[in-house]
């Protein structure tokens, strides 16, 4: 066969060859903005010789602090296809840990929103390396400290609309970067190849896991910033999908009513999300009959969460397990043909558990003995390999833990069951110890979540002199719910459901849970949090 290379080029320019007419819908802060491929391709080669004058050249990383937009959408492609990185910046990290990731990665230019540049402010004096920033508007600059600033669009109307995309670089060479959490200390870094993020987008429209198409409408409510959220605007643009693209500081209704007017038949976000626009939708009336798969990852889905969406609303509801070093995509809970004929509440076992591992990669779990058995129950630490898992984290040391033996360790625990559904028992690290036998934090917090008056829970341990770690449980009531329920009441809710030992010693009402970056529950600071309240009591 052909050896011939996989590069972002060629998605970009195939949309431009093929579906000149398809759409980018962006809300912005000037309103709703509408692009056609055409048009949005002409802007990305502008963009792309704009940063050749700048003297970005190949290998050179550019960075982005941005939310979801048609700008951001023309970074994706103007930096990997002139042959420099893109580097999606976690806008919600803190200060310190936003300027060592610049100067980490060594950014030599970073885009930025206009509302963030007061962020950059901040670490401006620790980030000596980089050259320019670019400001993402079409308003006039901000007022700023920052030297060599630049406006987005004064830019895109010097540069060449005609700019040629790189065609001859290597596969194999980085085309974006992302750096993710590390339980201690600095964020790790994960560079995407071109390779990789071809693979990642062709799987996405495989019509067994996501089924990305050009008859799709796809809203990534993921941030740009986040494993490229998910992949989804890599693939679309591929394929020819009209995008919307969701902007700056949405609410849920902003979200439903984007839905409902551009008729988004895919979209993709973490459980906070969708808990979000449940409660929206429990509000007021939406006509969201076009959508066919409301993809979610990030953290664990929980059943009663799939159920409202299915049963209540019937939309279809789709779990999908993967991390940064994962491209993400990894392992996604579709049905097989004779699942059929299930009763409802076996499909929606198998559609809360992560699912089966996505074509193209392979797997193992490992347990206390070696490789763990089918049977739902063994439990062992998921490893992963293939051409879109990443081989080490860049130009850091804590490469050897994650990374061994050609397989990538992702310190998630998990099951497996006959059919290969693999179901997410807990991160290695948040699994509770009591008395020598593991609890599933999980597990806990999915039948808490089931709860109808409990909106949120998360399960945390707690030292314990006697079983070294017992279960807390914290959990936010719906609104209205408050003085309906007591702990003795979410015990009892949980006694016929599990074993007694695995029943919280205590249940902690809170206002709200404190969420990470991209929504998803901080355990750690949560566990202090406890730990404090407890010790007070
Ligand atoms: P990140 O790299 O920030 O995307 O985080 C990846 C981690 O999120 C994984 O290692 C899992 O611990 C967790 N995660 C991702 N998807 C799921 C899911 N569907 N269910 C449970 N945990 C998940």
Redo the contacts with the bound molecule.
Sequence with gaps: MMQTPLLLTQMIERAEKYFPKKEIVSRTESGIERFTYKEWGERTRRLASALNTLGVKEGDKVGTLAWNHHRHLEAYFAIPCSGAVLHTINIRLSPQHISYIINHAEDKVLLVDPDLVPLLEKIKDSIPNVEAFIVMTSGPLPETSLDCVYHYEDLLKKGDPAYSFRTDLDENAPAGMCY??ATTGNPKGVIYSHRGIVLHAMALGLADTTAVSERDVALPVVPMF??NAWGLPFASVWFGTKQVLPGPYFTPAILASLMEEEKVTITAGVPTIWLGLLNEMEKNSYDLSSLRSVL??????PRGMIKAFEEKFGIPFM???????TS?LAVIAASKSYHDDLSSDEKLDIKAK?GILVPGLEMKIIGKDGEVAWDGKEMGELALRGPWIASEYYQDERSQDAFRDGWLY???VVTIDEEGYIK?VD?TKDLIKSGGEWISS?DLENALMAHEDIFEAAVVAVPHAEWQERPVACVVLKEGSEGKVTKEGIVEFLKPQFAKWWIPDDIIFMEEIPKTS?G?FLKRTLRDQVQEKTAQS
């Design positions: 993710t959490s986040h494993v979610c990852g990030g953290s664990a889905a779990h999908a397990y993967g991390m940064t070093e993400p992560q992702t310190g998630d997410i991160r999980v991209v998803k």
